[in-house]
């Protein structure tokens, strides 16, 4: 399935023309520009690796494109959120960030705002579902971060963030709604251009958005005639349907084997992805296994499913790529290798 | 386990000093020097990938040291195979290429020699066990050489090989025991001390010797200092054995997940091993299986068991790398992914 976006001339540039009305509707909400986003790569360059673009001969034979990959899979705890932990985190003035941050999430972010908050020597605090594999509180406890467990839901989990900030006065840091996070994530593309400037076009993969709408804004700064180009489970196809009709539509429980995938935008990034995605696409679970185990065989990379997303929609032609030169964001690589299935 | 080698002084310089007379008892076998390493380099530089070189900060604490991994893996066939059968293919003469090259393998080899030669154009034969998996023949088949199958023991295989040489005139390129081949698969711990120049020790798997003799002459004649070792399963602990004693020592039928060591030197390799290895390392299967996880979870690499093998010896301390900056040559990927077990 593919989604075309809203009809959009020369103003789709970023914050400008006629989405300012749109802008003020949902809010007014802040996004980072070019010059925030590359603050923050200057910010987070002590504390992240510069990843590795690669391609991969049999690969591109199979999509019918040139693919660059940008390797965050290999960045610090095994995926991009440790750009945006680390721009939020260093972000923070010296009184503020004494009293630690705080964040829930039962993945790679959760990892992430620990590993940047021990860069920084800062308490960290990470709320998570009682139902967590002990092996993603183990991550989190790795890098000195407190654990506290709830209820796997979201006002238990609300109430749980409310309860630290209060005892401890910790920041907030939201895994994708927050400007200094989206500029931090933008910074993979930021790089990807800077060693491959004549891309076509990107895709990456669409969770929560975070980095969909950093990714989208830098790469429409730094080269307008690129397409930007969001994946999605069809499983788990909320933002799709929510670019499509403007609003934020809900995620059923969904079942896709892409975790990173389970959750749905905010009025902040789906304003994003209106103003900056040319369209989406979205793919069958089978799809991100077949495109997962091409990685793996072809490339010999570690990713996790989530991060096969953009491939499967590209080999399902739900996104037409043909004969492009095309970056694609590969987020991350923790999957658990004792629960490897290669059919859903 | 680890052996130390024969007590040797500054004579133990490629083909000089008192080895001399070592050399003649062993008949005299012709290996490449650096002069023919540095030709091969130039021979296959437009067929092969100049491979990066991987660190990991989790696996350096782990091991204690600092480890500077050579990503052969990512090569072209996903082996550095590729490296010693292009070098073969190409340093033939026009009419001896013409009319082809053949070889005995169910690994890594048979797919590179049928790489190799499709890429110069000539036909290839690569003879099987009729027992060896589907998969295997078809990565043979991929590159369009043909596959002769027979029994799966050396009389059958040298009989196969001898009738496609009498029936079609085709080049013999043994997966180890050529000068040529040696050569080629040397070019990667060039490429190494190229990128890492300051190194104090390699390690690489052996199982044939080809690699293991190419990287020793290839470190020693660049960097007289380093400390060549080599890696090997405790299960197929053959070399290690040979290089004690200085014969040829022979291999039980072993089971070691390590299947592409499961080889025994010739006399040229042990030849080059005594001259140049300054020590053995052996490992276990369970060691093995752990580095091999290792490098999955934390270099987020696909590497076939084989590759795992120096990592599993510096791990379990059978060779002694503590605080020093140590190469690995990772040697594949090629690992069936429908099969993988991290406990034996």
Redesign the interface.
């Known amino acids: 399935m593919s989604a075309e976006g809203p009809a959009r001339g020369a103003n789709c540039a970023p914050f400008g023309g006629s989405l300012a009305a749109e802008q003020q509707a949902w809010g007014g909400h802040s996004l980072p520009d070019l010059g925030a986003i590359r603050e923050a790569h200057a910010r987070i360059a002590p504390y992240v690796h510069r990843t ?1 673009v690669m391609t991969c001969r049999a690969i591109d034979d199979e999509a019918g494109a040139s693919l660059f990959f940008k390797c965050e ?2 960045q610090k705890v ?1 995926a991009f959120k440790a750009r945006g932990a680390c721009n939020a985190v260093f972000a923070l003035d010296d009184k503020s960030a004494r009293r630690g941050v705080v964040t829930h999430s039962s993945g790679n972010h959760g990892a992430a705002l620990a590993y940047a908050a021990r860069a920084r020597g800062i308490p960290a605090w990470v709320v998570m579902p009682a139902n967590a594999p002990a092996v993603k509180q183990a991550n989190v406890r790795r890098f000195g971060a407190m654990v506290r467990l709830c209820e796997p839901n979201v006002t238990a989990r609300e109430i749980a963030c409310d309860a630290v900030m209060r005892e401890t006065g910790a920041t907030l840091i939201h895994p994708f709604d927050d400007p200094r996070v989206i500029a931090g994530q933008a910074t993979a593309m930021l790089e990807l251009l800077e060693a491959v400037p004549d891309l076509d076009a990107v895709v990456a993969p669409c969770g929560g958005g975070g980095l969909m709408s950093g990714t989208a804004i830098a790469a429409k700064a730094m080269r307008p005639a690129i397409r930007v180009l969001a994946a999605e489970p069809a499983n788990a196809d909320d933002a799709a349907r929510s670019y499509a009709s403007g609003k934020l539509e809900a995620l059923p429980a969904t079942t896709t084997i892409a975790d990173g995938l389970r959750t749905t935008l905010s009025a902040r990034t789906l304003f994003a992805l209106r103003a900056h995605v040319d369209a989406f696409g979205t793919c069958s679970e089978v799809g991100i296994l077949r495109a997962m ?1 091409m990685i ?2 072809r ?5 996790e499913p989530s991060s096969s997303v953009p491939l499967a929609c590209i080999l399902e032609r739900a996104l037409d790529v043909a004969n492009l030169r095309v970056g694609i964001i590969v987020t991350g ?1 923790n999957v658990d ?2 629960k ?1 299935a ?1 059919t859903p």
Do not use: T
Request: glycine share 12%; net charge neutral.
């Open positions: 590795p899979h290999l095994g185990r793996f065989e490339m010999k990379q570690v990713v690589g290798l004792d490897l290669w």
